[in-house]
């Protein structure tokens, strides 16, 4: 049976993402900070590393798929935080499981982004760069003197975006593959808590997607059992945006 990582298990996207991985026939090693397989911290450097030796020792060091889902949103308690689970929560893993997966069977990683990485803004960011440098500290310093989490977190996922389809470059070389799906508004308590926010429910409201609705979770876990599964077999370092149409309709011309 093939065997999948997933971070974020507990909740949204990620619950429904192990739904469709276990219907696929995958055994799933959820990892989050309740209710999984793996308990762990992923917004510190030393969970990361204690999720990803429980992932090993639970795999037997081989791994078939890693999907991670594991986020927070503009509702976090402070904007470094949204780095630090978003970007380095998802790269370490990333690092750190690589090896299992060059050992596993037609292996995929998926990496959960958002529309928001494409808002203006994130690219020219200085946190962005320090992001993709590595530079945790720096990083999260500058978040948190800028203190607009909504910066924050569309930075993380751009960052988190870039990375993936630089690392795709060198994972391909190997017979591995790596996506980005990117949804839009999807309801899961990290949207309702949006919603909910002083500071961002209106925005949120008034950000429909053209087909007047925000998705299910198990509208994106359908696409990412997908572009895991062999049917994907040549899919590989794209950004697949799941949202309702929401890209196309603020950025029709990029592509
Ligand atoms: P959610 O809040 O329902 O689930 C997030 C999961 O991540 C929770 O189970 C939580 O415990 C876990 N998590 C958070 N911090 C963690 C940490 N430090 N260590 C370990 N686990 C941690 O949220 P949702 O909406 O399912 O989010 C899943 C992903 O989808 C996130 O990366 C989010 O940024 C992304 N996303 C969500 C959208 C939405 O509208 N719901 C839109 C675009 C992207």
Known sequence: ?????????????????????RAAGHQVIGIDRSNAEVIADLSTAQGR??????????SGGVLDGL????GVGVTASNCGLILAVNYFGVSQLLDGLQGALAKGQQPAALVIGS??????????QPMTDAMIAGEEARALELANDLGQ????????????????RSLAVSWGKQGMRLNVVAPGAVETPLHQASLD??????????FVAPLGRAGQPAEIAA???FLQSPQAS??????????????????????
């Open 1 to 21: 049976m093939p065997i999948t990582a997933i971070t974020g298990s507990a909740s949204g996207i990620g619950a429904a993402v192990s739904a469709a991985m």
């Open 49 to 58: 590393e204690a999720a990803i030796g429980q992932v090993l020792e639970l």
């Open 67 to 70: 999907i991670c889902c594991a």
């Open 115 to 124: 529309v928001a990485a494409t808002h203006s803004g994130p690219d020219g």
């Open 149 to 164: 989490p909504h910066v924050a977190y569309a930075a993380s996922k751009c960052a988190i975006s870039q990375h993936a």
């Open 197 to 206: 926010d002083s500071r961002f429910g209106q925005a949120t409201r008034e």
């Open 223 to 225: 696409v990412v059992a």
């Open 234 to 255: 040549f899919i590989h370092g794209s950004v697949v945006f799941v949202d309702g149409g929401m890209d196309a309709m603020v950025r029709a011309t990029r592509f």
